[in-house]
């Protein structure tokens, strides 16, 4: 299945002096979760800006499926299924919850030609088979309006008590969650999640928790950014290390967790004598 | 209360925004020189007192006394001048300034204008001191804050969810970097959910749910009420 | 002359800009706020000080320490405290803070109109004596031009140096960057703040009395003139002061240079106009060569959500709910826009002007409302329009054959896309400020090369209105203008409604999101404009057709201020708002005397600071209260939640504004936006906790207190934004039983949960 797989190739992206993000390779195939840990300043987020189109690179290329998408706009590229969420909660705050959704679900890929004056009817046009078996298993098959797929996607995320609310005046827990949910409904083949735990309580995470897993088991691929250890620990398939700018370690999660850089420079499970010397950082 | 000396204290505090009303008179004595945790979920109304605390909203009823000294009325500037320092949780630096400006209009108005002190705490910094603070990492701005409270040397330091966005190493450092600060006699409130690292290092704790106290005490206290009755 | 002389002349007046570009500068970085006023100021103290040396017969040097030390820093002072400390509390918006300018630019003109007449006055005394010194040869520099010189370098270095070295400096760095953030750290916001706004106004001053003995004093003539040194600040990419000065000494020169040449032909007058529309030119060629001005606040200061307060209307039930209740509101709104009908025929005449200028304002609401780009060059679309319109009627237009009257209105407004276009197309990458400008320069150099010129805007005769060969009468012309507006309507509704307002309020609100979900950006932004462009046009030529001639006046680069003021003013996000605010422009100008409206619109500005989201969302609050109000009333005393107590404003204007919504209904005591931001982040969460509709049956009320409190939840979820706060306050306090322990306050240690 190679249509969806997400790929860096030998991404730079330099500010000044400053390699904020230092030749990454990186692949985030489809039904999986992956994750990117690293210290804070290590270029997790600048990695994601590349990935989406927000920010070029100056080196290196990102690949979907067999497509070059270098070259293109944040939204087209996220019609063509990479839908990414902020480190800052970034929803409509002047529109209600639904209406955010419904953004999403109506500037997805599949409807948008010509759609956006009103010319396609919902549904209509070439649908992703992958999409739609995602959307099928998640109980959130097309049955009819993009409306509808808004309200089920609403129903599975728990979010129907809000579906009127004006999404400025969510709490942040609250927020996170819409903008997963606005995600969802934009039908992704790659999700790309920055700190979607951060903010939250113990409750509300362990809730995230569950949705992603549930969202991968349907094929979508997950990139995640936490520094909720514990939480990225236990749902990822993959993990990515970067300190400096460059993945210094990759693959099996408890291989990563136990690798030596991590754990000193990342996890605060150095040996003592390393910790008390760097209250800053190394 | 709890300890004879109270450093700040608030009583039947009502305050909110708009036509809301957030906290339902709240009672709260700050202990001096000790460390005061000020727990509770999403929404139970921390950020609010904290702000009520260092005057960015002003109480609709109550009263707050600082040392015995009613300041309910007194501007966020006074406040500040006198050494009350709040680090909120978002916007906690000058996202236009360089990293040194940041730094150096602190220093200047706590009348110690050397920003050395906060260079040693916080080496990362040195490397970035022309850098636009606004461009930074989340976590780098989080350290930059932190670093601004340092120097401001206040008498009181309040800080609002310390570890939000921090790698667990760096959040670990700088829990240890305040309990040092702490250890000088300053006192320190500290909001937060992270109750583990929290409660480690506090001596008093306050528990708040909608807007109320639901409890106060030590932390083995809390620890076995928390058992006994999961919040 | 030759071109020394010439240069030299040049001098002095690059000089005025100068220290006019420092003012606007030195008030942009320490408050944020581009002083579009700053002409005004200028002309108000100009006059004031002819005034007290040609009518008082003050001497010279006290009349100068008068206006300059005592009045420009005493307007300052007076305009931070109580129009821009309000709205720098709420952490307004960049654009509101222009509109609030633009109110004060609008009440500095009237009042100095409304005391000095409009007529034009050439005996302004000059403060320098009129004599020169010889430099070599023949050449000779006037005393003036080189204390003016003198002058523009010792500001320049002094506050340059100030800015970068002081402490004072740095503390005002951090004013403008984060007020809140400033008074937490110590720093005494509000005297920097007025200190800044004291020292740009005096360089107001300054700038006013210097110009006023060059030109004829007239209120609009002088005013122009400071606003076309806007082109300085563009150049200096609103940061640096030096590239001001240079700017400023570069483009004089060059325009006083021009005059030895004469060309003939079209190219001699394009020269002519050049020569003394220099400044306006490079501002618009500053403003698409600049990259991108270093706006304060990351360059996003320009959004305009804040204007707003509410979004899309709601799609599933509760829009259809609002629908119904909205149908009333219609009726009577077609009811009195048609009552002209009955009147008089010189009433109905008068009320020509209430369409034509409802559809300008409409064009507005699209732009800027709903897709939240500033535009500042409305009367440059709306004039080319309705040119295009007649030059198509009278057969004149590139030699394409005369079209009826009708449908020449109707292809002229069309023509307009194309333009509308091309000023959309820098919008793809600017906003905010930098997007003002441009478009503010697009409308100028349309007025000065196209509405002026002679060429163009000559020789246009209107024929009577004709359709299938009938004559229309006033009545029908008023119908068919009605119709127009309709058409207007039926247009920015459908800009507003589903799918496509959804997008455009989606990139409103959050452009980087939008993205993130696919919407297609560049697009809709070209859209909004090309259809604004279109709207505005039409309204233009039945503004022409309205008061029967093409006047060049009615569509110069000011009205687009004015204009934009009265939409936002009214309500930015509400096409109700805009026929209203026509209405009352109208109305206003046939009943009282001349710039009355303005004034008013000027007043109604300043007042923003009290008033986010504009009149309408005002209504909307005042509405919403007493419906709560009268619900109150009806509910069971002992099941009452405690009332909450109202705030003034101003103490929301200290939260962070962390969920990014900015809308809010602004009257003290009603919950704002923000206030419900926090709201619902106390009350409501986990989602589990209680169903949507709250069951009132538990707060024990009459039944028609229940009704009420019923309708009063229905009208908060149609009104949306502003009606959160009732919803999730009643939903918290009175409908689910609270869990909190009872306030016996005694309850711990360990006891509690
Ligand atoms: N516009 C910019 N100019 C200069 N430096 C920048 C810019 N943007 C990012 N950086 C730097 O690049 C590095 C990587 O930043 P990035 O935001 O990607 O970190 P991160 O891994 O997401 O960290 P965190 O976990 O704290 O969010 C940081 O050191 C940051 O200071
Ligand atoms: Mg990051």
Partial sequence: ????????????????????????????????????????GAGKSTLFSLLTGVEQPDEGKVMLGTTDISKMRPDIRSRRGLVQTFQVPSLFPTLTVADNLLVG?????????????????????????????????????????????????????????????????????????????????????????????????????????????????????????????????????????????????????????????????????????????????? | MTTATAELRLADARAGYGTVEVLHGLDLAIPAGKVTALLGTNGAGKSTTLRVLAGLIPLRSGTLTWRGEDITRMSTVDRARRGLMLVPDERAVFATLSVRDNLQIIAETSGHPDITPALESFPRLRERLAQRAGSMSGGERRMLALARALLARPSVLMVDELSLGLSPKVAADLFGWLATVAASGTTVLLADQYTDQALAMADLVYVLHRGERSFVGTPAEFTHGAAATPA | MTSIDLALAGISLGAIAALSGIGLLVTYRTNGVLNLAQGGIATLVAYVFREMVVEWSLPKWLAAVIALCVLSPGIGLLLERLVFRPLARRRASAAESLVASLGVLVLTLGITAGIWGLGSRSDAPSIFPASSVRLFGDTRIGIDALVELLMVVVFAVALGLVAAKTAFGRQIRAVVDDRQLAELSGVPADKVAAAGWAAGTTMAGLTGVLLAPRFQLTPYGLTLLVLETFAVVVAARLASMPVAVLTALGISILQSELKQFTLHGDAGQVLTVLQSNLFIVALLVLLLAVPRLRELGGGDSGATASFSSRGAPPSGRVGAARTRQDYLGRLAGAGLLLAPLTFAPTDLRSAFMVPALGLIFLSMVIVTGYSGQLSLGVAGFAGLGALLSIKMANGDLFGLPAVPGIWAMFIGALLVAPVGFVTGYPAIRRRGLTLALTTFAVGAVVSRFVFEQPTFASGLYLDPLTLFGWELSDKAFYVFELFCLGLGLLVVRNLHQGRLGRALLAVRDHSGGAAAVGVDVRNLKLLAFTVSGVVAGLGGTLLVHSSYSFNADDFAPLQS??????????????????????????????????????????????????????????????????????????????????????????????????????????????????????????????????????????????????????????YAASSRAVGVAVGVETSARAGVPSPAPPPDGGSFPGGGR
């Fill in chain 1, 105 to 282: 679900a109506e500037n997805r890929r599949r409807d948008y030609a010509g759609g956006l004056l009103g010319l396609s009817a919902p549904g209509r046009g070439r649908t992703s088979r992958l999409a739609e078996g995602v959307l099928e298993k998640l109980g959130l098959a097309p049955k009819g309006p993009v409306t509808q797929v808004v309200e089920e996607v609403l129903e599975s995320l728990g979010l129907s008590d809000v579906r009127d609310t004006i999404a400025g005046t969510l709490p942040t827990g609250a927020l996170r969650l819409v903008e997963f949910a606005r995600a969802l409904c934009a039908r992704p083949d790659i999700l790309l999640l920055d700190e979607p735990a951060s903010g939250l309580d113990a409750e509300e995470t362990a809730k995230l928790s569950e949705l992603l897993r549930r969202t991968a088991a349907e094929g979508v691929g997950i990139l995640i950014v936490d520094h909720d250890v514990d939480l990225v620990f236990s749902v990822v398939d993959q993990v990515y290390a970067m300190v400096g700018g460059r993945v210094v370690a990759s693959g099996d999660p408890q291989e990563v967790r136990g690798d030596p850089t991590v754990r000193s420079v990342y996890l605060a499970q150095a040996p003592l004598a390393a910790a008390a010397s760097q209250p800053g950082e190394a």
């Fill in chain 3, 561 to 714: 201020l004015l204009w934009f003021t009265a939409v936002v003013v009214f309500g930015a996000d509400s096409a109700v708002g805009a026929i209203v605010a026509a209405a009352f422009i109208v109305t206003i100008d046939v009943l009282a005397p001349d710039g009355t409206s303005t004034l008013a619109i000027g007043i109604l500005a300043l007042a923003l600071g009290w008033m986010p989201g504009g009149l309408a969302s005002a209504v909307r609050g005042m509405l919403r209260l007493l419906a709560q109000y009268l619900a109150d009333s009806f509910v069971d005393p002992n099941q009452r939640a405690p009332r909450p107590v109202p705030v003034r404003i101003s103490a929301v204007g200290h939260l962070p504004a962390t969920t990014g919504i900015t809308g809010s209904t602004g009257i003290p005591g009603i919950g704002s936006t923000l206030g419900a931001a926090r709201a619902g982040h106390y009350a409501r969460w986990p989602l589990s906790a209680a169903p949507a509709t709250v069951p009132f049956s538990d707060a024990r009320l009459t039944p028609f207190g229940a009704e009420l409190v019923a309708m009063v939840h229905r």
């Fill in chain 1, 1 to 40: 299945m190679s249509r969806g797989v997400l790929q860096a190739v030998g991404l730079v992206r330099r500010y000044g002096g400053l390699t904020a993000v230092d030749h990454v390779d990186l692949v985030a195939p489809p039904g999986m979760i992956t994750g990117l840990i690293g210290p804070n």
